[in-house]
């Protein structure tokens, strides 16, 4: 399977639109499934299509970014 390419199919409230996009670089990064459903907002959906990582939390190889000096690191 290649996490650079998605289609969708979108319902604009006056029919259907076939989404297709390839990234050039990276790949698609998906929320969290959470009770069986991944939800997204209104914010992120155009996020993902533009290739934002939307997960809540990090993966197992990355590291989280360095706090800002004088704050304390959120998790």
């Known amino acids: ?3 650079d390419r998605i289609r969708l199919l979108v319902w604009d ?3 259907v639109r ?3 996009k390839r990234l050039e670089d990276g790949e698609f990064r998906w929320p969290t499934i959470e009770d069986g459903l991944m939800r997204l907002s209104a914010a992120q959906f155009p996020a993902l299509l ?3 990582r939307l997960a809540t939390r990090p993966l197992a190889n ?3 970014a360095p706090a ?3 704050r304390a690191a959120t998790q």
């Open 13 to 15: 409230g006056t029919g």
């Open 68 to 70: 800002l000096p004088g």
């Open 1 to 3: 399977m290649r996490a």
């Open 62 to 64: 990355e590291t989280p």
């Open 18 to 20: 076939l989404l297709a």
């Open 50 to 52: 533009e290739g934002a």
